[in-house]
């Protein structure tokens, strides 16, 4: 009779709590506060009686039973954003540059040259020293090697807007690099198209003008590069020409300068014009005109690249 009684007392609990669980389900989800403990409960459990209150499993104070703001809300599945397209301008120039090809830049000069000699052809015995420290402006007291950096940051960021990959025999003066090493620097990548940054100098302070220097068709060990090399320095002096209003100087082939005759890549060379003419040396440092010079400099590389491609 106990287990009768028993029995049947937990079927009336069972019952009771079926009871309110459905009509809680009914309810709106709305709660009441619960004035004495300062906590919500849910309406359901403060119309239960007390007896059976006490009789089901007691809920954890921080266990809210109605729908937590954070399950309301599911936020949708989002795929792994990858660099290219997250929005970062670098990444996605480097990966349009892998298609347009490397322009290795090499802005001539640096602090400290050095006069030791090294051989002007893989088979001359003729030799030249390594590196130089380049010619001085007359009017800013400025270094060659520090315009020609300046100039060349310039060119390589136009180029990257481009989508040309851009790499650098040296992006601050203290380095040691001769001649040899940075065409080798730029054989070993296999650039497209080598361009060496200079700016030139003369005993008369009236010369004036840029200049495309190109490897001479004479040279022997430079001549599978000859061609490619004309091609570059004609777009470019072309596009010298339509982008500044400055003198041209014209095409020069040479055949005596260390940094072509150790290239395995077309290079050319641009005399960007004279720091030993006030006015010209002046012009060179305005950074609008070094603008000038970097945006020429790179339509005329990107024309060439246009010409390769196809």
């Known amino acids: 009779m106990k287990k009768l009684h028993a029995s049947g007392i937990t079927a009336i609990v069972a019952a009771a709590v079926a009871f309110f669980a459905l009509t809680y389900a009914h309810q709106p989800n709305s709660v009441k506060e619960d004035s004495s403990r300062g906590r919500e409960v849910p309406i359901a459990a403060s119309i239960m009686p007390s007896s059976i209150q006490a009789s089901t499993p007691s809920v954890p104070a921080n266990l809210n039973l109605e729908k937590s703001q954070e399950s309301e809300t599911i936020p949708e599945a989002t795929a792994p954003v990858s660099e290219k397209d997250s929005g970062n301008p670098a990444n996605t120039a480097n990966e349009a540059a892998v298609s347009r090809g490397l322009i290795y830049l090499d802005p001539g000069h640096q602090r400290k040259g050095d006069s030791r000699q090294e051989p002007i052809s893989p088979n001359s015995s003729a030799t030249k020293a390594r590196v130089t420290g380049g010619t001085t402006g007359v009017s800013t007291g400025k270094p060659e090697y520090v315009l020609n950096l300046e100039v060349a940051l310039l060119l390589k960021e136009a180029l990257i807007k481009r989508g040309f990959e851009v790499l650098m ?136 690249m246009v010409q390769k491609e196809d």
């Open 169 to 304: 025999t040296r992006e601050d003066h203290e380095v040691n690099l001769s001649n040899v090493e940075r065409a080798e620097m730029a054989n070993a990548a296999h650039a497209r198209l080598a361009v060496r940054i200079h700016a030139d100098g003369n005993d008369s302070t009236k010369a004036k003008g840029y200049s495309v220097l190109y490897p001479d068709k004479s040279v022997s060990v430079t001549r599978s590069i000859q061609a490619d090399s004309l091609l570059a320095a004609e777009s470019i002096l072309g596009a010298l020409k339509a982008g500044t209003n400055a003198s041209s100087r014209g095409l020069q082939p040479r055949k005596d300068l260390t940094g072509f005759n150790w290239s395995t890549v077309p290079v050319v060379l641009v005399e960007m014009g004279f720091m030993t003419n006030p006015s010209e040396d002046e012009d060179m440092s305005d950074p609008d005109y070094q603008l000038q010079l970097a945006e020429s400099i790179a339509v005329g590389i990107e024309l060439y």
